[in-house]
């Protein structure tokens, strides 16, 4: 089956797992790539690395937490960060895992590492208690926030903040994020009407969900740092509007 996903993540690795069937033999690995990408790719930036122990503010509920949990030792002992799980009913059931280096880049080949190691501890632990396809990937360009060192390193871009908690009634807030400073993060509301905040603290605590605004500028940067691939405008005129990959 010939699988069209949208642009986002930057490796895309999917498997299908038996889920249910805890004995049952992995199928081979397939390694869907993304148009542009390279094998290998190590691309240095010069922002600083991150703290790799550094605990995620936002995380899951439900099966996805389940799923994390099993995981996350394991993505760690690689030397790969969790980003997000999510598990939708996309496909009937998949699950969906970001990972990433703590300097924020990720290359195929180590998408495909994370899904070989943590393919049979899922299989062990049967989490999702069905089959479902499993999808590896980089957290993409407009990538989630879940950490307060996301926000620092980048700080000066835009992005979309909801609160679990509502700040002065609204919940929902987009605008240029700051370096955090304790435990609070500002935004800046360039689009403010007048009368109204043009800035908000937020505490980090109460964030339930921020993601960057993909923006041209983003994309710049993102391509600068090393943690977008190249575009190859030839294939992508080819197919419009997603990158290519296969699942089985």
Not at 35 to 62: Q, S, W, Y
Not at 180 to 201: H, M, N, Q
Not at 228 to 234: I, K, L, N, R
Request: with cysteine.
């Amino acid at each position: 089956m010939r699988e069209w996903v949208p642009r986002g993540p930057l490796f895309f690795i999917a498997a299908s797992l038996p889920g249910h069937e805890p004995n049952a033999r992995l199928p081979p690995f397939q390694g869907p790539l993304s148009r542009g990408l390279r094998h290998g790719t190590d691309l240095m930036t010069d922002v600083p690395d991150l703290n790799p122990a550094e605990k995620r503010l936002i995380t899951e509920t439900g099966i996805a937490a389940r799923v994390a949990q099993i995981i996350e030792p394991a993505i760690e002992g690689l030397g790969f960060r969790l980003v997000r799980v999510k598990v939708s009913s996309q496909n009937g059931c998949t699950v969906q895992i970001m990972a990433e280096r703590p300097d924020g880049t990720m290359s195929v080949d180590e998408c495909e590492t994370v899904s070989r190691t943590i393919s049979p501890i899922l299989d062990v632990d049967d989490p999702i208690g069905g089959a479902y396809y499993l999808e590896i990937s980089s957290p993409g360009i407009d990538r989630p926030l879940v950490r307060a060192g996301d926000f620092a390193r980048w700080a000066g871009y835009e992005a979309k903040v909801e609160l679990a908690t509502p700040l002065d009634g609204r919940k929902r807030f987009r605008g240029i994020i700051r370096a955090p400073e304790g435990d609070t993060v500002r935004i800046d509301l360039p689009d403010a009407k007048e009368g109204t905040p043009s800035s908000y603290d937020l505490a980090l605590r109460d964030i339930g969900e921020a993601h960057l605004v993909l923006t041209d500028a983003l994309v710049r940067e993102s391509l600068r740092r090393g943690s977008a691939p190249p575009q190859d405008d030839e294939e992508d005129d080819e197919d419009e509007g997603g990158s290519p990959s296969v699942t089985h």
